[in-house]
């Protein structure tokens, strides 16, 4: 289960770059393409906009997982960082 998750945090990150790169390059519709047009007028405030955005619902979903983790893995003994912590 460690691994699962531990695999879950780096993959999210990498299904959020993907989809952002295909939307992009192909979309009809998404934050990818208001992205690309706003690159193509010379519009930086909507770019900055649009990337607070991804940011704001990229730190929730990480902030979702690691509450999913701290759920699943309350058995698991904490680690060296934790323990001091406490």
């Known amino acids: 289960m460690t691994w699962i998750i531990a ?6 990150g990498f299904a959020i770059i993907g989809a952002l790169v295909a939307e ?7 934050i990818g393409l208001i992205i690309s047009q ?8 909507t770019v900055f906009a649009c990337m607070v ?10 902030y979702l997982i690691a509450l999913l983790e701290h759920t699943l893995l309350k058995w698991r003994p ?3 960082s934790e323990a001091q912590a406490i």
């Open 53 to 62: 955005i991804i940011a704001v619902i990229t730190l929730g979903a990480e």
């Open 7 to 12: 695999s879950l945090h780096t993959a999210f």
């Open 38 to 45: 706003a690159q193509g007028t010379f519009d930086p405030n």
């Open 24 to 30: 992009v390059l192909g979309a009809q519709q998404g």
């Open 78 to 80: 904490p680690n060296r």
